[in-house]
């Protein structure tokens, strides 16, 4: 009676549920055409962040109730292998694949002697581990499968599908072809079979065998399948037959031949992007343009056909027309419109990123070029001027003026369009208002269907969103005095104004601004972008729009170096202009001798161990011999980069074993000699300020400089210490008048002279909040957040732990002590198995750190006695910087700022 009951009134059912569940599925599944199909499909593709996806469907709750009735009121029947199969089924199409894989797994190691059961059970554990991308998983699980397959005396034809489905996902597209075949053979369900024969026209298609491909395209058009992919069937079939028969020309002629038949106007954006890949295939770059841009007019649906339209326009910007500003809006829309799974979503992502990285310099000049036009005005006439900057309003629409001022560095300039974006203020005239907007619209709503009511899926909120229709006071139209423009309005335009360089010295300023940029351009192009024509443009505008700049011999010697292979009389002329013009710069040096550079690595690379060699005997406080190594470093590398640093250790040691007037001596001889160190010499002069300001207590000591901190020399004293500092220091001790109250957890130990102490305070232990055990709760799908922060540090990241830091830490306090006197900044070190952490703070915010760091990168690598390539730099909060150090999430917090810094 249970077997009875089992089998028809619940198994039977249940089947018949999930058979009409499934071919509804197929029916409406969203299949990107312009991709190899997968040959078993899915519902919803697995997310990470949320391991238990659990969609809702009546359907499917009620094919999971029946399953569980026959477990539960049917044990004694022969139909829990199949209860557990279809509970399996069930979960894997609501999403939830773990469980499924949990069913499947134990219906596989249960029923191991039961053939056909087994071979179900192992198909669908393979297809779940496939689906949350646990390839390894499921190669063993298809290895269990094949041998289960050939004992069977009939092999079911799903099976054989997976198998091919593997080869696919593991980039071996050719291996799939046999098993999709032996598929179609065995299969008795037609939906299955014509959509592997579609599959197995894609596969031979890329294999160029056009005869294969053209007969399964046939088969799919023969039979009774649904429209869609009959169309596309059809579409292929164009290009299949265009290689067969040679008659590539007539390929966009046949394509656009197929929008004259009215039941085809639905896929018009798919004949586009068709026609726009055969195109760029023939190298017509207009043409090809011109219909991706056609097929995304017509994609009003079909988001994954837009994206690609537009990565194919950004990479066609990139590598054919040379566009790079073009281009990022490309990535951006491409972005925006694929979808997150989409195989390479992550590069596109690092390529829009460095993108951004030459809108910002163009964003720099055009501002630039527009304040010295302001200034070459009447100053009655600039404020009227400075509202029609369109650059106050939309930064984004830059990238035309950019363009007109660096023609000569792109090839290709759309000028009707340009004109048009540059005279319309009118946002549906105005391309980039247009462009940034829905980039902008995707972000915040997603893709949304062109309907009435669009916004009722998302909850109402509280924000009062009122819409305005008037006209920014700052845009292109005159202010008639009907529009009053704000506050913050008003103030970006004062500050604006401000910057306008009325005078010789900033409109100096403003030029090498400019000249910067472009170098920055310059060097982007040639080295990341590998666009040496790009490159040579802009040096060449540089030297014709600023024939006086600062940097001609390293503008000429990259001419000369990029004109070498290219244009060798042009090349020759900037060596000769180099030896000529700048010949005692390093670049006519090294034109002259090749390997100066390896040369003078080799002569760094020996003076820096002097140097660490030498703080060495700093540290063991023979003072005598500090000095005099540092004179003969001196003597015999009087230009050595870090001259300043040897003369300010010989000057501490001068002041730890005599008196004042010989430290000051010391100190004056620095300032005089390297007068434009940026380095030394502030935290020179805070010292002698300090000294100055008490003399006659430096005055009644027998040596300058008493007491010593082996970690961080330093005399500089900032505030008074606690009473245990004051009783070590015993009567060496200097009383000075309190200083503005400090908070006790970051107040750094001093000794009598301000040595301020690398070992951290102990902090008080308090109980954590409910946010911070939420954040441990969900550390391993979010650990980090940009919540706000009343604590920040800059962070030098040494990828070794094995060297031996306090050289570069002595450098990181003399920047900070020198830059940023009384600040009580500090730094310290924390280890990890595989990097050390020296961070500096306490900062109050994350713009005060961000300054710190644009501040002292410059001087990086004097300051850091190891290979530019060890060591890294990035701003975090206290917050996140405890989840680093409790958990060793330093990857993942990298790539975090990364994505969101």
């Keep these: 009676m249970q077997n009875l009951t089992a089998r028809y009134n619940y198994i039977y059912n249940a089947n018949i549920i999930l058979q009409d569940y499934v071919s509804e599925l197929y029916s409406s599944f969203p299949n990107n055409y312009n991709e190899l199909l997968p040959p078993h499909i899915s519902p919803q593709q697995f997310d990470p962040a949320n391991l238990t996806l659990n969609t809702p469907d009546k359907l499917l709750d009620e094919i999971i109730n029946k399953s569980r009735t026959i477990i539960k009121d049917k044990s004694l029947s022969n139909y829990l292998d199949d209860a557990y199969l279809l509970m399996g089924k069930a979960e894997f199409y609501k999403g939830n694949f773990f469980l499924a894989a949990e069913y499947f797994d134990y219906v596989a190691r249960t029923y191991a002697q039961d053939g056909p059961t087994a071979i179900d059970a192992l198909d669908w554990q393979a297809r779940t581990q496939m689906q949350i991308n646990e390839l390894k998983s499921a190669a ?71 005869e294969q491909a053209a007969l399964h395209y046939k088969k799919v058009q023969s039979s009774n399948t649904g429209f869609e992919l009959y169309f596309n069937a059809r579409l292929n079939l164009v290009e299949v037959n265009a290689a067969l028969n040679g008659n590539r020309l007539g390929r966009a002629e046949q394509l656009l031949s197929l929008l004259k038949d009215e039941k085809n106007q639905e896929f018009s954006d798919q004949i586009y992007y068709k026609i726009g890949e055969y195109y760029q295939q023939q190298q017509n770059h207009t043409q090809a343009v011109d219909y991706y841009h056609k097929a995304i007019a017509a994609a009003t649906t079909n988001t994954t056909l837009k994206g690609l339209a537009n990565l194919n326009l950004a990479e066609l910007s990139v590598a054919s027309l040379r566009d790079y500003l073009q281009a990022k809006k490309y990535y951006d829309h491409a972005l925006a419109s694929l979808p997150k799974d989409y195989p390479g979503y992550e590069l596109i992502q690092k390529k829009s990123q460095s993108l951004d990285y030459l809108s910002s310099r163009y964003e720099v000049i055009a501002t630039e070029d527009s304040l010295q036009l302001l200034a070459s005005l009447p100053e009655a006439e600039r404020a009227f001027r400075a509202r029609q900057m369109r650059f106050l309003v939309d930064t984004a629409n830059t990238t035309a003026s950019a363009n007109a001022s660096n023609a000569a560095a792109n090839a290709t300039v759309n000028a009707s369009t340009g004109a048009a974006q540059q005279t319309s203020t009118f946002y549906f005239q105005n391309q980039n208002a247009m462009e940034r907007g829905y980039v902008d619209f995707i972000k915040r709503w997603g893709n949304r269907k062109l309907e009435d009511n669009w916004r009722l899926s998302i909850r109402a909120t509280t924000t009062n969103t009122q819409q305005t229709l008037s006209l920014d006071p700052l845009s292109l139209q005159p202010n008639d005095g009907n529009i009053q423009p704000s506050n913050s309005d008003s103030l970006q335009l004062a500050t604006f104004l401000a910057a306008v360089p009325v005078n010789p010295q900033m409109m100096r300023a403003s030029n090498e601004t400019i000249v910067n940029a472009y170098l920055e351009l310059a060097s982007f192009y040639e080295q990341e972008l590998k666009a040496s024509q790009e490159a040579a443009a802009i040096y060449e505008l540089l030297l014709q729009k600023y024939p006086d700049n600062s940097h001609l011999a390293a503008i000429k010697y990259s001419l000369y170096l990029i004109y070498l292979g290219q244009a060798p009389e042009r090349s020759a002329q900037y060596r000769q202009n180099v030896l000529t013009n700048h010949a005692s710069s390093i670049y006519a040096q090294i034109i002259l001798n090749p390997n100066l550079k390896l040369d003078q690595n080799l002569q760094e690379l020996e003076i820096s161990n002097a140097y660490n060699a030498l703080f060495e005997v700093y540290l063991e406080k023979d003072f005598s011999k500090v000095i005099t190594l540092a004179n003969q470093m001196l003597r015999s590398h009087p230009q050595a980069k870090m001259a300043a640093q040897f003369a300010y250790l010989k000057a501490i040691a001068v002041g730890r074993t005599k008196q004042v007037d010989s430290l000051l001596g010391q100190f004056q001889e620095i300032k005089a000699r390297f007068p434009n160190d940026n380095l030394i010499v502030p935290l020179v002069n805070d010292h002698v300020n300090y000294i100055n300001a008490n003399l006659a207590i430096f005055r009644k000591r027998s040596i300058a400089l008493i007491d010593f901190d082996p970690n961080e020399p330093r005399f500089l004293a900032q505030r008074p210490t606690d009473n245990r500092s004051k009783a070590a220091q015993g009567s060496a001790a200097v009383s000075l008048p309190p200083g503005p109250p400090v908070n006790e957890a970051v107040k750094p130990a001093t000794t009598a002279l301000g040595n301020q102490a690398t070992t951290p305070p102990q902090q008080a232990k308090t109980a954590p909040t409910v946010a911070q055990q939420a954040a441990q709760l969900s550390l391993n799908t979010a650990p980090f957040s940009k919540v706000a922060s009343s604590t920040w ?10 060297i031996r830091l306090s050289t570069s830490r002595f450098g990181i306090g003399q920047f900070s002590r020198g830059n940023y006197p009384g600040s009580d900044l500090r730094h310290q070190l924390v280890e990890f198995d595989n990097d050390q952490l020296i961070y500096v703070g306490n900062f109050s915010n994350f713009e005060a750190a961000k300054a710190f760091q644009e501040r002292i990168t410059p001087q990086m690598n004097r300051i850091m006695r190891i290979r530019p390539t060890l060591f890294n730099t990035f701003i975090i909060s206290k917050e996140n910087f405890d989840i680093i150090k409790s958990k060793s999430l330093l990857n993942e917090y990298l790539e975090f700022y990364k994505n969101n810094y």
């Design 140 to 210: 063993i699980t298809l290895d269990s499968l094949s041998a289960q397959l050939a004992r069977a005396k009939k092999k079911p034809a799903e099976p054989l599908a997976t198998l091919g489905q593997m080869a696919i996902q593991l980039g071996q597209p050719k291996d799939a072809i046999p098993y999709l075949e032996a598929a179609i053979a065995e299969s008795k369900l037609k939906r299955n079979t014509i959509r592997w024969h579609f599959i197995l026209g894609q596969l031979y298609q890329a294999q160029q065998n056009y």
């Design 793 to 802: 540090y800059f962070v030098v990241d040494v990828e070794d732990a094995s």
